[in-house]
């Protein structure tokens, strides 16, 4: 390899960690948001995909979804104060539920999304920067789970666009670097600083012909959302 090249890959792999760190900064500009989904869901063999709704509120590492659609989840209320402290509203039972840590990796409310993945805003918390290519519009990050993070993916490879440094696809991994799912974001929009995926979709390759697409109805950013909306009483009460 000439010392040129050397230089090149070098530089491209000390700047991961960077790419990263402005990554989790853009994902996470506003203070709160408030966003509508729709949502089509696909199972494996299925003939149409399964129509779905939900409301979700953010503020940083906290959120609470409440389900609209279909009518057998109307009601159905998720709470999350942490990655792994997991609340869920279930009407038929008329009690809150904690969700264990090992269901978070499970598909959340049968979709290809897991609860983790839903809930992920900032990679940096759990992985590390550990690798980078480069493209004329984009950066290619490998990122490696970090030791007793309890990640749940060991790897993930993030393409993240040079325009906004968002993420435009991401591939979670296995340890040995086989792709399990694919998610891809697209049709970004912005209000001031703050930018949101238009569509979001997620295929699942250990289940074939299992993908499930949110399309973003409404939102808005920085409203003022109170504290007291994250908390397991409002869970089981409602808003």
């Known amino acids: 390899m000439s010392s040129a090249l050397w230089m090149a890959t070098f530089a491209l792999a000390d700047d991961a960690p960077t790419v990263l760190t402005e990554t989790d900064a ?25 129509a779905l709704g939900f409301q979700v509120r953010v503020k940083g590492p906290k959120s609470l979804t409440s389900f609209d659609a279909p009518a057998d989840l109307k009601g159905t209320r998720v709470l ?14 008329g009690k809150v539920r904690r969700i264990a840590s090992h269901v978070t990796e499970q598909g959340f409310m049968g979709t290809s999304y897991s609860h983790a993945d839903m ?11 550990a690798s980078m290519t ?17 990640a749940p993916y060991p790897q993930i490879e993030m393409t993240v666009a040079k325009s906004n440094h968002l993420p435009t696809r991401i591939a979670y ?9 694919v998610e891809t974001r697209s049709d970004y929009a912005c209000q001031a600083a703050v930018c949101l995926p238009g ?13 499930t697409e949110l399309h973003r109805a409404t939102w808005a950013a920085d ?3 109170a504290d007291d909306v994250f908390t397991v009483r409002t869970l089981q009460m409602g808003l």
């Not at 506003?30 to 063999?45: C, F, N, R, Y």
């Not at 999350?80 to 039972?93: E, F, G, H, K």
């Not at 990122?143 to 309890?150: G, I, R, S, V, Y």
């Open 80 to 93: 999350v104060l942490a990655r792994d402290q997991m609340w869920v509203w279930l009407p038929s039972y």
């Open 173 to 181: 991994q296995t340890a040995e670097g086989k792709t399990i799912k």
């Open 223 to 225: 409203t003022g959302l």
């Open 199 to 211: 569509v979001m979709r997620m295929e699942d390759l250990t289940r074939p012909g299992a993908w």
């Open 26 to 50: 853009a994902m996470n500009r506003a203070k709160d948001l408030t966003i509508q989904w729709t949502v089509a869901d696909m199972a494996p063999g299925g003939k149409a995909p399964r």
């Open 134 to 150: 480069e493209t004329g519009e984009a950066w290619v990050v490998q990122l490696d789970a970090k030791p007793d993070a309890h």
């Open 119 to 129: 809930n992920a805003s900032r990679f940096g918390d759990a992985y590390t920067a």
